[in-house]
């Protein structure tokens, strides 16, 4: 349930209250009247005369509807603060549901720049394996003394990329056409990425 729905069911059942208490009051006075009235007219048919001396009014007079009065203007106050708070916790809702379509919107074009650059990068990739799969072949149909020339001038890393891409028989005839130093280091690479394959 929403705040701001408790605040205004609060606030009904307060008023309901006062309400209720201010009508019991006026009730109250009502009656006593009618029983005044009433004792009066049931100990004969004249009313007591009343004398001024012997009737004290009240130090506050009508003292009860200036309370209510009071009261009235108390829950009109706090009514307005809930009204006031209601209308904050509104505008704050407002304000984050804005932000939060922002951040959705935000998001969406994040993933899609992010499925946009996995393509690029799956397109890249793939004419990188196309381009030193050509290689691959095209040193793998030269002949292995010339092949392993380029070889020895490559780093042994390098070299061990292509080499791996190679049939088995055409990779050892260049492996054989290379200084054996180079050899050896190649030779040592492929093995470590078999090893962890």
């Not at 706090?78 to 939060?100: S, V």
């Not at 793939?126 to 010339?146: C, F, T, V, W």
């Not at 056409?177 to 190649?186: I, L, N, R, S, T």
Request: aromatic share 4%; hydrophobic share 45%.
């Amino acid at each position: 349930m929403r705040p701001g729905a408790l605040l205004i069911i609060s606030m009904v059942f307060t008023l309901a209250f006062v309400t209720r208490a201010i009508g019991t009051v006026s009730d109250v006075r009502d009656g006593a009247t009618a029983e005044i009235s009433g004792g009066n007219a049931s100990h004969g048919s004249d009313p007591l005369p009343v004398r001024s001396d012997d009737f004290e009014p009240p130090e506050h007079p009508d003292g009860n509807d200036a309370d209510f009065v009071s009261l009235a203007g108390m829950i009109k106050e706090r009514t307005n603060e809930i009204q006031r708070r209601i209308d904050e916790l509104n505008e704050r809702e407002n304000l984050l549901a804005a932000i939060e379509s922002r951040v959705d919107e935000k998001l969406q074009q994040l993933a899609a720049a992010q499925s946009a650059l996995a393509e690029t990068a799956a397109r890249v990739d793939a004419a990188s394996e196309r381009d030193i799969m050509a290689l691959a072949d095209m040193y793998a149909n030269m002949k292995p003394q010339q092949a392993g020339a380029i070889f020895n001038a490559m780093e042994p890393s390098f070299a061990a990329g292509f080499l791996t891409s190679m049939r088995p028989e055409t990779a050892a005839a260049i492996l054989a056409g290379m200084e054996p130093q180079k050899a050896y280091a190649v030779s040592v690479i492929i093995a470590g990425r078999n090893m962890n394959n």
